[in-house]
């Protein structure tokens, strides 16, 4: 199951989530922005609005990856995932159970699960995903959570613990930052705002992170 994530993102170490409030962008003219520069794997995040909404928002947006050869991943909703057919589900510790998901999507399905601690990422090499995140690496304002910062070190022990399965580090992971946390043991880093905030140097950013190696 895990060679498909990493297949799926090509060279890069960067997996982009969207995000329309920070953006000010629909998710489809984000996703088209990010595959301009390079992003082959994207997911698509959607806090505020409901779900009618978001699979109203989600649709073109799957079908512009779609039509670039890009994959899409859709952020905690398996019947969104399901009904566009997109490639895979991105599940929180309170959305629906990977074993669930994975019965619902098939096989082939990019299935990630996000964990806040050393206890609950073994937990999930115990699970049928293909990729665990963990976070936040850093304190971040893009999300509200009781979590504490899991720190380099914390990441680092997680790394440990997972032995060969992919591992994202998501939370307060910028341009500026990549490199440390890329060396702790993260396979993948996943960005929202040093993506969309400010605007004006986005492109600049953006392209430190696809380019890191």
């Known amino acids: 199951m895990s060679s498909n994530f ?3 993102l ?6 982009p989530i969207t995000d329309q409030h920070l953006s000010g962008l629909s998710h489809a003219e984000q996703v088209d922005f990010l595959i301009d520069i390079g992003a082959t794997l994207i997911q698509l ?27 899409i991943i859709i952020n905690d909703r398996v019947d969104i995932a399901l009904a566009l ?5 991105h ?12 019965r619902i999507l098939g096989s082939d399905a990019i299935i990630g699960f996000s964990t806040h601690s050393l206890e ?25 959570s009781a979590n504490p910062p899991v720190g380099l ?22 341009s500026e930052n990549i490199g440390s946390v890329v060396k702790a043991g993260a396979d993948v880093v996943a960005v929202i705002s040093d993506i969309w905030v400010p605007a004006n140097d986005s492109l600049i950013r953006i392209k430190r992170l696809l380019n890191y190696s």
């Open 6 to 8: 990493m297949q799926a």
């Open 120 to 144: 609950q990422a073994r937990l999930a090499t115990q699970m049928p995903v293909d990729y665990v995140a963990i976070g936040p690496i850093f304190s971040t304002a893009t999300k509200q």
């Open 45 to 71: 995040r959607e806090k505020i609005d409901p779900p009618l909404r978001f699979f109203e928002q989600a649709e073109p947006a799957v079908l512009v990856a779609r039509d670039r050869g890009a994959k």
């Open 10 to 15: 090509g060279s890069t170490h960067l997996y």
């Open 85 to 89: 057919k997109a490639d895979g589900v």
């Open 91 to 102: 599940l929180g510790q309170e959305d629906l159970s990977p074993d669930a998901a994975r």
């Open 153 to 174: 070190d914390g990441l680092a022990r997680v790394r440990e613990a997972l032995g060969g399965m992919p591992l994202v580090a998501i939370g307060g992971i910028t």
